[in-house]
C-alpha cells in the first residue's frame, strides 16, 4: 500500500502529494486523513504529514520511494469533504495546500498535545536526583520546579509556561528523572448547569414568516442562500434558535458564527438556555489545549450546536445542517492572514459539498451581500419591525455649533443633561468611541513636534493610567515626557479623545455615576470580556464607556441612552468603504438603546453632520443608503462592480522596497496594454511604517475575478524571475475588507 500525502512545510516547493510506501506493521493503523511521520529531503528528516489518499499503485520508482516511519493519530483529523475544501482554498486563494490544511485542523492536534510528563517518583534516588537538578538552576530545574507543584502538566504547556523548546525536557526523560505519557482530558469550554432551562418565545407575525420560510428551505435541496435583514432588536437570535431546533430534529447540527469575541459569552448564553450541554465555543481567547477539546468533542458527536469567530467555521461537525453568520457585514470575517479566506464564501463552499444551508443575518448587510439578493443570488428575508415595535429617537449633534457656542467639553449640552437625567432614573447609559486609549497624540504646543513611534510612523497614544505612551501598532511604550525632547521646553500637551479620556471626564462630572470600560485594555485576560458584560448586565454599572465591541449584537434592556462621543472617526479612514463602514457601525450602536420597554435616545456627535452616513442612519433608512451607496460605487468601478487586488510589498530598506515596487508597476504597465485593467500606484500604505517595516503599495482593479488574480499572480512571478527580492514580503490580497 502506499499513501499520498501533503508535507506540513508552508512553502510552494514542496507544495504538491508525495507518495510513501506504508510498512507492512503500519498497515493497519494508516486511514485517510490520519497524521504521519515521514522522512523528508536530502537530510531525512521527519516532518510531520497528513494522510489525503491511498493506492495500491504508485509511478514512482520502487528505489525512490521512502516509508512512513509513525502513525501519530488514531483517528482521522480531516474529512472528505474538508479535503476538497482545502483543495479549493489553494486556488482561490491563491496560497498552499499546507497552510489551508492548517488553518481547517486545530494547530495542536497530532500526539504533541496529549503528551503528560510527570516525576518519575519509581526511580531509585529521585528525591536525591531532585536536589541536584534544582540547584543548576537552568532550564531542566526550571521544568522540574513546575512538575513538582502541579504534579504534572501537558508537554505543550510546559514549553509556553516556560518559554523553552523541547530540548530539557527530552534530557530529563532521557536521563530517568521524568515519564511523558499520553493523556486524554476533554475539558468543556464552560458548565452548561450554569444556565437556567428556556423555553422558545412566541414569535412576533414577521418573525413567524421568517421562520416558516426558513423551515421550508431546509426542506429545498436546490435552495440559495438566505439573507435575513432585520432592523436592531427585531428578533433575529429567536429566529435562529427554532431554526436550529428544526435542524436538531431532523438529527443535523449547525454552526453559528459571531464577529468578535465580546458577543460570544451573551450568545452562547442564550443558545445553552435553550439546547443545554449540546453547545460548545471556540475562540482564540481559549488555549490551545481547550480549543483542540471542543474540536474533538465536536468530532466525535458530543455536541451538535458550535458558536464562535471565524474560525468556527472549520469546525468538524459530521452532519451539518445550518450555517448561520450573524452581522454578516463585519470585516472580520475576512482573514488578514494567509490563507486570507472570506468566511462566507468558505460557508456557501462547505454548504454545496455537505448539502448544509447557509443563513446571513443583519441590521446593516454588506453592500455586496444585498446586491446579490437585489439581483436574486440570495434568497432575502426582511424584519422591519422592532419585537416592542419602538426604535430610538436619534439626533446629529453638531459639534462645530457647540464650539461656536462656547462648548469645549467632549459633551454635547443635550448629550450631557440625558446622561445627568438617566443616573437619576436609575438608567444604563452607553458611551461609544471607535479609539481607544487617554488622547491620539501627544505634541509640543511650542514647537509643534509630535512624539511618535520610532518603529512606526503613526504616533502614539497616551494611557493615563500607566502615563505611559504607547503605538497601538507594535506595542511599543516609552514614558510619558514632561518636556519636550525637541526644544526642551514644557508644553506637553494631550490632543484627541481615547476612551480613557471620556472614562475620566464621566468620573469627573459623575463622580457618583458606576463606570465601566470595554476596550482591547481591559479585555486582554481571559473572560474579562465576560466578566464587564456581566457586570453591566446586572446593573452594576451606570454607563459603559466603549470601543467597537460594544457596537453590536449585545442587548441590554435597561439601556435607554447611547452617545456616539465622535462619529466622525470611521467617516475619515480613506477607504472607498468608509461611507458603508460608518453607516453600518452607528446603526448597530444605535441599535443598543431601547431594546426593552422603555424609549430609547441617541446622540450622534459630529463636526460633519450633513454627511449622508448620518442622515441615513437618524432615519433608520437602510434602503436610502443602499441606493447612494451603490451608485457611487457603479461610478467609480468598486466592488460589486469590480475586483480589487491589493500589492503591498514591505521590508526595512525603504528604497530597496520602493525600487522593486517600481519594476513590478513597469511589469504590470507592459502586460496590461490590452487587458484593461487600472493600476493605481505604487504608493506608501495608510500607514507606510510598522515595526521598523517600509510599505508601498499597488491596487489593481478588475471587472472579472479570475482575470484580475491571473494577471496579478503572472506579473509577481514574472518580478520574481527577474529580481532579487531577499528582504521584501509581499502581501497579496483579493477584495481587502478595507484598503490599507
Given at each position: 500500500?502506499?499513501?499520498?500525502?501533503?508535507?506540513?512545510?508552508?512553502?510552494?516547493?514542496?507544495?504538491?502529494?508525495?507518495?510513501?510506501?506504508?510498512?507492512?506493521?503500519?498497515?493497519?493503523?494508516?486511514?485517510?486523513?490520519?497524521?504521519?511521520?515521514?522522512?523528508?529531503?536530502?537530510?531525512?528528516?521527519?516532518?510531520?504529514?497528513?494522510?489525503?489518499?491511498?493506492?495500491?499503485?504508485?509511478?514512482?520508482?520502487?528505489?525512490?520511494?521512502?516509508?512512513?516511519?509513525?502513525?501519530?493519530?488514531?483517528?482521522?483529523?480531516?474529512?472528505?469533504?474538508?479535503?476538497?475544501?482545502?483543495?479549493?482554498?489553494?486556488?482561490?486563494?491563491?496560497?498552499?495546500?499546507?497552510?489551508?490544511?492548517?488553518c481547517i485542523i486545530p494547530k495542536i492536534v497530532n500526539d504533541k498535545l496529549r503528551r503528560y510528563a510527570f516525576i518519575n517518583y519509581k526511580k531509585e534516588n529521585i528525591e536525591q536526583l531532585i536536589k541536584d537538578c534544582i540547584k543548576k538552576n537552568n532550564q531542566q530545574s526550571k521544568v522540574i520546579k513546575l512538575l513538582k507543584e502541579n504534579e504534572g502538566m501537558f508537554v505543550y504547556e510546559i514549553k509556553m509556561l516556560l518559554g523553552i523548546a523541547e530540548s530539557p525536557i527530552k534530557t530529563l526523560e532521557k536521563n530517568g528523572l521524568i515519564v511523558i505519557n499520553q493523556k486524554e482530558v476533554m475539558r468543556n469550554a464552560f458548565n452548561a448547569d450554569d444556565f437556567k432551562k428556556s423555553d422558545k418565545l412566541k414569535p412576533t407575525l414577521e418573525q413567524k414568516a421568517a421562520i416558516e420560510f426558513l423551515k421550508s428551505s431546509l426542506k429545498n435541496t436546490k435552495r440559495k442562500p438566505v439573507l435575513i435583514h432585520g432592523v436592531t432588536g427585531s428578533g433575529k437570535t429567536e429566529i435562529f434558535l427554532q431554526l436550529i431546533e428544526e435542524v436538531l430534529k431532523n438529527g443535523k447540527q449547525a454552526i453559528v458564527l459571531v464577529p468578535e469575541i465580546s458577543l460570544t459569552p451573551q450568545t452562547v448564553r442564550r443558545f445553552t438556555e435553550r439546547f443545554g450541554d449540546k453547545v460548545s465555543v471556540t475562540h482564540s481567547k481559549l488555549s490551545d489545549g481547550e480549543r483542540y477539546d471542543?474540536?474533538?468533542?465536536?468530532?466525535?458527536?458530543?455536541?451538535?450546536?458550535?458558536?464562535?469567530?471565524?474560525?468556527?467555521?472549520?469546525?468538524?461537525?459530521?452532519?451539518?445542517?445550518?450555517?448561520?453568520?450573524?452581522?454578516?457585514?463585519?470585516?472580520?470575517y475576512k482573514s488578514e492572514t494567509t490563507p486570507k479566506y472570506d468566511t462566507k464564501e468558505v460557508a456557501e463552499k462547505i454548504a454545496s459539498l455537505t448539502g448544509a444551508m447557509v443563513v446571513l443575518a443583519s441590521a446593516t448587510p454588506s453592500v455586496e451581500s444585498y446586491y446579490k439578493a437585489k439581483e436574486g443570488i440570495y434568497d432575502i428575508v426582511k424584519l422591519k419591525k422592532r419585537v416592542n415595535n419602538s426604535f430610538p429617537e436619534i439626533k446629529i449633534v453638531d459639534m462645530r455649533a457647540e464650539l461656536d457656542e462656547g462648548n469645549r467639553s467632549i459633551f454635547s449640552r443635550e448629550l450631557f443633561n440625558e446622561m445627568k437625567k438617566n443616573i437619576e432614573n436609575r438608567k444604563q447609559t452607553i458611551l461609544f468611541l471607535n479609539r481607544r486609549g487617554y488622547s491620539t497624540f501627544v505634541s509640543c504646543r511650542k514647537c509643534g513636534y509630535v512624539m511618535s513611534c520610532e518603529n512606526c510612523n503613526v504616533n502614539y497614544t497616551y494611557h493615563i493610567d500607566t502615563n505611559k505612551l504607547i503605538c497601538h501598532y507594535c506595542n511599543a511604550e516609552i514614558q510619558s515626557p514632561s518636556i519636550c525632547p525637541q526644544c526642551g521646553l514644557p508644553y506637553i500637551k494631550y490632543f484627541g479623545v481615547g476612551t480613557q479620556k471620556i472614562e475620566q471626564e464621566v468620573k469627573k462630572y459623575f463622580p457618583n455615576a458606576r463606570v465601566l470600560r470595554m476596550d482591547l485594555d481591559t479585555t486582554s485576560k481571559k473572560n474579562s470580556h465576560e466578566k464587564i458584560l456581566k457586570s453591566f448586565a446586572n446593573g452594576e454599572a451606570d454607563i459603559l464607556v466603549g470601543t467597537q465591541m460594544i457596537a453590536k449584537g449585545l442587548d441590554f434592556p435597561n439601556v435607554t441612552l447611547v452617545g456616539v462621543v465622535a462619529a466622525d472617526t470611521s467617516l475619515n479612514a480613506g477607504d472607498y468603504r468608509c461611507g458603508e463602514t460608518s453607516f453600518q457601525l452607528l446603526t448597530q450602536v444605535a441599535g443598543r438603546a431601547g431594546r426593552a420597554d422603555k424609549k430609547g435616545k441617541v446622540f450622534l456627535q459630529s463636526y460633519q453632520s450633513e454627511h449622508y452616513s448620518l442622515i441615513f442612519t437618524k432615519t433608520n433608512d437602510y434602503e436610502g443608503f443602499f441606493n447612494h451607496e451603490i451608485e457611487l460605487r457603479r461610478q467609480m468601478l468598486y466592488p460589486p462592480f469590480s475586483h480589487i487586488f491589493f500589492i503591498m510589498f514591505i521590508g526595512e530598506d525603504e528604497k530597496f522596497v520602493i525600487s522593486k515596487i517600481y519594476v513590478l508597476a513597469e511589469i504590470m504597465k507592459k502586460y496590461n496594454l490590452k487587458a484593461g485593467f487600472d493600476i493605481l500606484g505604487p504608493a506608501p500604505a495608510i500607514v507606510s511604517k510598522i515595526k521598523k517595516q517600509f510599505r508601498y503599495k499597488i491596487i489593481v482593479k478588475g471587472i472579472e475575478e479570475n482575470r484580475v488574480k491571473a494577471f496579478v499572480l503572472y506579473c509577481v512571478d514574472k518580478l520574481k524571475e527577474k529580481e532579487d527580492l531577499k528582504g521584501i514580503n509581499i502581501n497579496l490580497t483579493l477584495d481587502p475588507s478595507y484598503i490599507q
Open positions: 500500500m502506499y499513501a499520498e500525502v501533503i508535507i506540513d512545510i508552508i512553502s510552494k516547493n514542496v507544495d504538491r502529494v508525495f507518495n510513501y510506501k506504508i510498512p507492512e506493521n503500519l498497515e493497519d493503523k494508516v486511514s485517510k486523513g490520519f497524521i504521519v511521520k515521514v522522512p523528508f529531503g536530502i537530510k531525512n528528516n521527519l516532518r510531520d504529514a497528513i494522510v489525503i489518499g491511498l493506492s495500491e499503485k504508485t509511478d514512482i520508482p520502487e528505489d525512490r520511494l521512502k516509508s512512513i516511519k509513525q502513525v501519530c493519530t488514531d483517528f482521522s483529523v480531516i474529512d472528505d469533504n474538508k479535503i476538497e475544501l482545502a483543495k479549493w482554498m489553494k486556488e482561490k486563494y491563491y496560497t498552499t495546500l499546507s497552510s489551508c490544511l492548517q471542543q474540536w474533538k468533542r465536536a468530532k466525535n458527536g458530543d455536541i451538535s450546536v458550535m458558536i464562535g469567530p471565524r474560525s468556527a467555521i472549520f469546525a468538524p461537525l459530521a452532519n451539518l445542517g445550518v450555517i448561520i453568520i450573524d452581522e454578516e457585514h463585519e470585516s472580520s
